[in-house]
């Protein structure tokens, strides 16, 4: 599973040949390549993955994802919905009354 964050674009620039831009996760603004999305512009959301803007996603969808990424901390006050992964920090979220075997 993946998580892509929406952010708004804040500029665009090049580096060489590669469209890059600064994009604005409530406040903290990272570079992200925009190769992906050549027609964003300052002001879009964007949907970004490991340092690559993925999609352009209107305000709603991006309140509507914000909104779901900020419950995310009552998740992990109840213990049958997270699994610590034994391997790293990863934190999983599962379902309720779903194992997690170790696959390693």
Same mark, same amino acid.
């Given at each position: 599973?993946?998580?892509?964050v929406p952010g708004?674009? $804040?500029d $665009?620039?090049?580096?060489?040949? !590669?469209s &890059?831009g600064?994009?604005?996760?409530?406040?903290?603004?990272?570079? !992200?390549c +925009?190769? +992906?999305v050549?027609? #964003?512009e300052?002001g879009?959301? !964007?949907l970004?993955h490991?340092?690559?803007?993925l999609?352009r996603i209107?305000?709603?969808?991006a309140?509507? $994802?914000?909104e779901l990424l900020?419950e995310?901390?009552?998740?992990?006050?109840?213990p049958e919905?997270?699994?610590?992964? #034994?391997?790293g920090d #990863?934190?999983? &979220?599962v #379902?309720p009354?779903?194992?997690?075997?170790d696959?390693?």
């Amino acid at each position: 599973m993946c998580l892509g964050v929406p952010g708004k674009l $804040v500029d $665009v620039n090049r580096d060489g040949e !590669v469209s &890059l831009g600064r994009v604005s996760f409530d406040g903290v603004v990272r570079q !992200v390549c +925009l190769e +992906l999305v050549p027609e #964003a512009e300052p002001g879009d959301y !964007v949907l970004v993955h490991v340092g690559f803007a993925l999609s352009r996603i209107d305000e709603e969808e991006a309140r509507r $994802v914000f909104e779901l990424l900020a419950e995310l901390p009552v998740l992990a006050e109840r213990p049958e919905a997270v699994a610590e992964d #034994a391997v790293g920090d #990863a934190t999983v &979220l599962v #379902a309720p009354g779903t194992t997690v075997k170790d696959t390693a």
